[in-house]
């Protein structure tokens, strides 16, 4: 019998599964870990939220299967926040669906929308599921360097000229994770030029669409003018609202790109869990004070993590928008890449960030910082990074003469 899966040989060994085990390993000796390494939010889900949850719950009937594309009071909430938040109209029944998380509406749409062999521009560094949901659907990814927005785009069109079959989805993703870099609507005005152009569709995820620390909020692909008839935007409740085990997210724009989607998620899933769709109604209706709170709530961290670490001798640029901070390597450790570097922060310094290279080979030199740990928390790991930055030779020369008797 052949066990060795196809679709399983496509996908390269997960490299933030090397930090994991050492953060296990760790814990389980008892050691704390400052952990930056996920993007989990620490915050409680507002009680409002919460509350309705526990009240939908409790309805008899609350138990059966709900609908695999949102039930009509989601659906309605959603088009309604896109046209509170961006002025963009969506009709809830032909240009909205919701779905388990961001993530799965991502990876169901490259279900919908990839025949073997095609191929999709993306980003990288990226967030994994852009390509590899792809990868897993049998498509092809034409890797673009992006870090800069500019970089990205100016590199899509030799992207195109260089590919056969020509591509056929155009993957963005601002404010990014892993980077955290955010774009205007110039961008997008140049984005959706270029797709036309190169007869692209376009996927575009702003999960993090509410996360910023600048005066002017991130924008939408669909503010621009046709947009939806090419282009569908991924976005979720899970940082927003502090509901990331919730599993909230949306598709919304070009109605038969979602319609594609839908047929998809209706032979996979009923869709979540009835009471989890209406306190996700009642986040996006109810009032929004908890959301500038747990944006504030970043801010503080992010202005901490920077000052801090800056002090501690590792310069951190602050991060206009996400959770996350793009951190090169420290100087001492540059020549030592960013997995070999997220190791022996961990073994030294007890601190747990994710090795930029996870995110594609253009991450690396750098490493992803959450802001999901405490300011007391931050100013700790600043300082075990003190000591282990000025330990480096010593640790350096340790790390080189286990390498060397492997």
Partial sequence: ???????????PPYVFEEVNRIKARLRGQGIDIIDFGMGNPDMPTPKHIVDKLVETARDP??????????????????????????????DPETEVVATLGSKEGFANLAQALTAPGDVIVCPNPAYPIHAYGFIMAGGVI??????SPEAYLSGVSRAVRHSAPPPSVLIL??????????????????????????????LSDIAYSEIYFEDNPPPSVLQIEGAKDIAVEVNSLSKTYAMAGWRVGMVVGNARICAALARVKSYLD??????????????LNGPQDCVAEIRATYKARRDVLVSAMGRAGWPIPAPPASMFAWAPLPEPYREA?????????ME???????????????????????????????????????????????ILGRAQTALAAQ
Avoid: C
């Avoid at 695999?68 to 046209?83: D, E, K, T």
């Fill in 173 to 202: 993703s601002y404010p990014s994770n892993p980077t955290a870099q955010w774009v205007d609507l110039d961008f997008y005005r140049e984005a959706v030029a270029l797709a036309r152009k190169h007869d692209l569709l376009v």
């Fill in 270 to 283: 009923y869709g979540n869990f009835t009471p989890v769709q209406v306190a996700a109604t009642a986040a």
């Fill in 61 to 90: 009937k609350a138990g059966r299967y709900s609908m695999s594309r949102g039930i009509p009071g989601l659906r309605r909430a959603m088009a309604g926040y896109y046209g509170r938040r961006f002025g963009v109209q969506l």
């Fill in 337 to 345: 890449g960013s997995l070999l570097f997220a190791k022996l922060l």
């Fill in 348 to 394: 030294e310094a007890h601190v747990a960030v994710a090795p930029g290279v996870g995110f594609g080979e253009y991450g690396e030199g750098f490493v992803r910082i959450g802001l999901v740990e405490n300011e007391q928390r931050i100013r700790q790991a600043a300082r075990n990074v003190k000591r282990f930055l000025s330990q480096a030779d010593a």
């Fill in 142 to 147: 034409r890797h673009v360097p992006a870090l």
């Fill in 1 to 11: 019998m052949n066990l060795d899966f196809h679709k399983i040989r496509r996908l």
